[in-house]
């Protein structure tokens, strides 16, 4: 792949102005988000991880469980991580919890977590090999 066939694949850019201080604004296409190393201004970097790992799972969880016809009314995931630290503080550990409503079946929803972090979650990849990984499920249907 040459240069310019890498530049224009659009699922891989984006800019970051500086705003001043440690606060930036990151901008792909017409979406910005704002980015602080305080959290004043916007969520911090290693945040803003945390936040596109618990997306890109929950992006695939939702589409595996559609197609598998099951019927998912609500899902809230919580993530929280634990850094080294001294620098460069990258993520030891990473827990998430996915809070999911309707007659989604155990197993279907297990299957989807796993299927997530095996094989199609590109952002959980990314991440260090030696990162260790946690997660939990729990299914209420009222």
Sequence with gaps: MTRKERTLRGDGRAALTWNGGLRFEARA??????????????????VLLLEAVAGCMA?????ILNKGRQELRAMRIQISGDRMP????????????????????????????????????????TLRPDLVFTYEIAIADD
Excluded: W
Aim: aromatic fraction near 10%; include cysteine; hydrophobic fraction near 35%.
């Design 59 to 63: 992006i695939d969880v939702v589409d």
């Design 29 to 46: 296409g017409e979406f910005a988000v704002p980015m602080d190393s305080t959290g004043d201004a916007g969520n911090s970097p290693t």
């Design 86 to 125: 001294d620098p460069p503080r990258y993520f030891t550990d990473i827990h998430m919890t996915f809070d999911i409503e309707g007659k989604v079946a155990d197993a279907k929803a297990e299957r989807a977590v796993q299927l997530s972090m095996d094989k199609y979650c590109s952002v959980f990849h």
